[in-house]
């Protein structure tokens, strides 16, 4: 077994961007002049951030854009969080409740983000910001009769939910595409998410 690395108090640690480190006091010794602390785990948080086009984004209710790319046989994308950065000029109509989700293959993967406001660009030209929900997990087929917590429940399990992209797309009841906008318009998309291993 190998031994975990200690760090002594008033190390300063620096390890690869995007990972969190856990640790815990492993012991208290006075003669060096304080606590040692040990790495326990680690969670990688990673992300991703990808730039639309206006006709991307009009067409956002019918053609979904892959945000994050799949990971790989037995790897589960999870997201954290989505922020949306809309550098408008004008713009669009046609979003009456337009609302954007991340799917995993054909289910919800986040929440859904009311978009209305960023997408009318109320003040005109300029930039608009709004943050998405995290992960979204939906009840089973049949009757659910758990306890519905913020984020929380359970996929069917037949269905294979690794190996999967996150795309984002306008989920909104058969909304069509937006109109107007303009050719000049950009919106940033960036995810922060987990691999999960299944």
Known sequence: ?????????????????????????????????????QLISTTRIYSKS???????????????????????VGKLLVPIS????????????GITDASWVL???NIYASTLTLVESLLSAPD?????????????FEPGSGTFDGVVTTGGGFHTPSLPYDNLPLTLKDDWGGLSDYGDGNAANILTVKVSYIIVDL
Do not use: H
């Open 82 to 93: 989505t922020t949306y950065i809309f550098n408008a000029i004008a713009g669009y109509s």
């Open 1 to 37: 077994m190998v031994s975990p690395t200690v760090y002594s108090k008033g190390a300063v640690v620096v390890t690869e961007e995007g990972t969190l480190e856990a640790i815990r006091r492993t012991s208290f010794v006075p003669a060096v002049g304080g606590e040692d602390w």
């Open 124 to 136: 005109g030209a300029g930039t608009y910001a709004k943050s998405g929900g995290g992960s979204y």
């Open 103 to 105: 799917i995993r293959g």
């Open 50 to 72: 990808v730039q639309l086009t206006d006709e991307q984004i009009k067409k956002l209710p019918t053609t979904p854009v892959e945000i994050v790319p799949a990971a790989g």
